[in-house]
């Protein structure tokens, strides 16, 4: 139970849906990811089945997706790694141009350590985490004419206002990684449920997708 029905109201414009059960399927679209070598593997995970990615070189191509003007990118994370203590990057998804829209953990010293959304390669979004993040949290991110947010577990974070909507061109997407592909930001933990909508989630849309995970 709780994975999204593309049927359902909060389901409505979805521009990608993948379960990460067992493969890279589109549920909602025609984006199905593509991975030959270097593949993450499929383990238990928040709903059902996820994908593992190790951190090192899992990254699974989903093609000629674009990032929309206004969406929501959703999924539920599990980071293998100490927010408050990491030194790497870490994408959870990105898209060519390089890193035209990116959703990443920027690693470093003391002062980094934080979730970084960027949009149109502008950064509009950063949250720094006070503890570590251990086990399943729902993380989305919204973005509009109007601004940028940031839910964990769907509460807000952090939001930031103006004109964000995604106007470059782009060129390929990643899930687990930069793009292009970069040997030290790939995503190290789990992902699962991974959506992308053409329209920003209300806060009651966002809480009611961590709910039905049990967040």
Partial sequence: GGEIDPASPVGQNLVGLWHLNSNFSDSAGTNNGTCTTNCPTFVSGKLNGSA??????????LGSLIMPPSGTFAAWVK???????????????????????????????????????????????????????????????????????????????????????????????????????????????????VAIWNRALTPAEVAQLASAGGA
Avoid: C, M
């Fill in 79 to 193: 980071s293998d790694f100490d927010e408050t203590l990491e030194t790497s990057n870490h994408h959870i998804f990105s898209t060519g141009g390089p890193d035209i829209w990116r959703l990443v953990f920027q690693g470093g010293g003391s002062s980094y350590r934080r979730y970084l959304l960027y949009i149109n390669s502008i950064n509009r979004i950063i949250w720094k985490p006070t503890t570590d993040l251990s086990g399943w949290q729902h993380l989305a991110v919204t973005w509009s004419g109007t601004g940028s947010k940031l839910y964990l577990n769907g509460q807000e974070k952090v939001s930031s206002a103006g004109d964000h909507q995604q106007t470059l061109n782009q060129a390929g997407a990643l899930l687990g990684a930069g793009y292009p592909v970069r040997p030290t930001d790939f995503w190290q933990g789990g992902l699962d449920e």
């Fill in 52 to 61: 593992q990615f190790n951190g090192v070189v899992n990254s699974v191509n």
